[in-house]
């Protein structure tokens, strides 16, 4: 059953794992759009409808809710949130966004590229509402914003990292789904350990297929996926797999191997607290911001549109220092901070594929 969730008061913080007031989201809207494909509520706020995992996974979506959370306290504006179901349609996406927009929330913010199909559909019966859509340029219109990232460039420095930390001369890579947008980041991994140490070895693993989208959502496939790779002599695992990947931080520590994080700084997850000190670094990308600032932009009258995009040269993206141990390894450091400052100087162009 699709939930959605209203919640009443702010200062939650954005590492809880357990939902707030949930209402079943099979009860439809007293609202109604009117001719102009405007809302008619009055209670308007901002809304972000979450990826496959949704709140609690510790990383993507965990990420987004940060930005509405401080939204929420710095702006003072109504947040509304609503929940994926596993196996969801297309047509199930576009009610939940269509719920959204016409109880007057603005903007609506799919989290993840699985949106785009239903946001095409519903920006266009609400020309008045932005929409912003979270790893995604292929639905563009004049009230859509595409927030995206260099997910590479941060993959990369995660590569020099796990070179740099590596042992064995192998490492893993863990992605959720095979799909164009996780290959950015086995692209970058790769790249970046074989740059820094051409003999290494990278395992790389993928979770499920498309259209199954459940290698983002169950850890005991990213737990199993780690344990391979460990069998096979990796000493460092890099997940993008959303809440998968925290099965892969689970095995890497019980087996005494580094883990990487990834989206959020997994160092600093409540959830992840047991092994938080195997998670050497994480990938950081900036989807609070990037929340935020779409709200932001709504509420002062001038709506962020188009592509928006996040990398190293914006602080978009990037490495994680909260582990001593990886803020003690200055080798490790030095060769990161150079290996950003050549990407920045576009004295590395990083693969987008692997």
Known sequence: MRRITRIATVGIASAAL???????????????????????????????????????????????????????????IKPAEAEPTEGESEADKVQRLTELARKGNNPVIGVGFAYAPAIKKVAAKFPKTTFGIIDDTSVTDKNIANLVFNEEQGSYLAGVAAAKASKSGTVGFIGGVEVPLIKKFEAGFTQGVKDTNPNAKVLSKYLSQPPDFGGFAKPDLGKAAAKGQIDGGADVIYAAAGLAGSGAIEAAATSGKWAIGVDSDQYNQAGLSKYKDKILTSVTKDVSDAVFNLIKSVKDGSPQTGEIRYGLDKDGVGLADSNPEYKNNAELIAAVEKAKADIIAKKITVKTTP
């Open 18 to 76: 357990a939902l707030s007031a949930t209402a079943c989201g099979g009860k439809k809207s007293s609202d109604s759009p009117s001719s102009d494909g405007s809302a008619s509520s009055s209670a308007a706020g901002a809304a972000i409808a979450y990826d496959i995992g949704g709140r609690g996974d510790q990383s993507f979506n965990d990420a987004a809710y940060a930005g509405l959370e401080k939204a929420t306290k710095d702006l003072k």
